[in-house]
């Protein structure tokens, strides 16, 4: 049996296969239509969101993904604070505040 030669590459590639279990954390990819239906809005929605770089998306060729950890911290950026929609429903007039007490 003939001797097999060392090149080194099989350490190298072994060592990077070791490192890359522990030093990068595990990327979640989701496809447009499930980042749309884990955040319940429409995937035209979303397309906006990305096209106005609220939302980072990523390019590889012609399909586009989301990685969750951003779509995560998307959503929670969007939490609507308490108080802060006053805005939207009109001052309660005092006979509104009147109770019956028939």
Avoid at 22 to 37: G, I, M, Q, R
Avoid at 56 to 62: D, K, L, V
Avoid at 63 to 79: M, N, P, T
């Amino acid at each position: 049996m003939m001797a097999e030669e060392s090149t080194g590459l099989g350490d190298e590639l072994e060592q990077v296969r070791d490192d890359s279990d522990d030093s990068y954390p595990e990327v979640v990819w989701l496809s447009t239509l499930k980042a749309a239906n884990r955040m319940g809005i429409t995937t035209r929605t979303l397309y906006r969101f990305i096209d106005r770089g609220d939302l980072p998306a990523y390019r590889f060729g012609r399909v586009i993904r989301l990685q969750l950890a951003d779509i995560d911290r998307f959503v929670e950026q969007c939490r609507v604070e308490p108080g802060s929609l006053e805005h939207l429903y009109p001052e309660a007039r005092p006979q509104d505040l009147e109770v019956d007490e028939d």
